[in-house]
C-alpha cells in the first residue's frame, strides 16, 4: 500500500484547511457583514428553514469563526463537526430534492464542503497549524512539582 510521506501529508491538510476554510469564512462573512443577518434570516424563511433568524445566526457564525479557524489550524476536529452540521442542516433544509447540480439548487457544493469538513474533523489540522504548534509545546514543556505552569 502506497502512503504520501508526512510532510507531503501535512501540505495537503494545510490546501484542504486553506481551501475549504476560505469559502466558510466567505460564506459566514456575507451573511453576518454583506447581506446581514435580517436579510439573511428573510432568505432562510423564503426557504422554509426553521427559525429562520436563529439558523442565520448560527450559519453565519459557525461559518464564520469556523472558517477562520481551519484557515489557521485551530480546534480543527470542533470546528469541522460544527461545519459539518452546518451544511448537512443546509442539505436537509435546503437542497435535498433539489438533484446534484448547484446551478438548479442541488446539494453538491454542501455536500463536498460538508464531507470536507468532518474528514478535517477526523484527521486534524496537520504539523502546520496552531493545533500543532499548541501540542508540541505541550509535549516539550518540562512537567513536575518544581516547574512553573
Not at 476560505?22 to 451573511?31: D, L, M, N, R, V
Not at 472558517?67 to 452540521?85: E, K, N, Q, R, S
Not at 433539489?98 to 489540522?125: K, T
Amino acid at each position: 500500500m502506497f502512503v504520501f510521506p508526512a510532510q507531503i501529508r501535512d501540505l495537503a491538510i494545510l490546501i484542504a484547511r486553506l481551501g475549504i476554510g476560505i469559502i466558510f469564512f466567505a460564506h459566514g462573512w456575507q451573511k453576518l457583514f454583506t447581506v446581514g443577518l435580517g436579510p439573511t434570516a428573510a432568505g432562510f424563511k423564503a426557504m422554509g428553514v426553521p427559525l429562520p433568524t436563529l439558523s442565520a445566526w448560527f450559519a453565519g457564525l459557525v461559518e464564520f469563526i469556523g472558517g477562520a479557524m481551519l484557515i489557521v489550524g485551530l480546534l480543527v476536529p470542533i470546528a469541522g463537526v460544527l461545519l459539518f452540521l452546518d451544511m448537512l442542516g443546509a442539505f436537509f433544509t435546503v437542497h435535498v430534492g433539489h438533484g446534484l447540480f448547484v446551478g438548479s439548487g442541488g446539494s453538491e457544493l454542501v455536500i463536498a464542503l460538508g464531507v470536507g469538513s468532518l474528514l478535517l474533523a477526523a484527521v486534524g489540522a496537520g504539523l502546520y497549524s496552531i493545533d500543532h504548534a499548541i501540542t508540541a509545546n505541550r509535549a516539550t514543556r518540562p512537567h513536575g512539582p518544581n516547574t512553573i505552569p
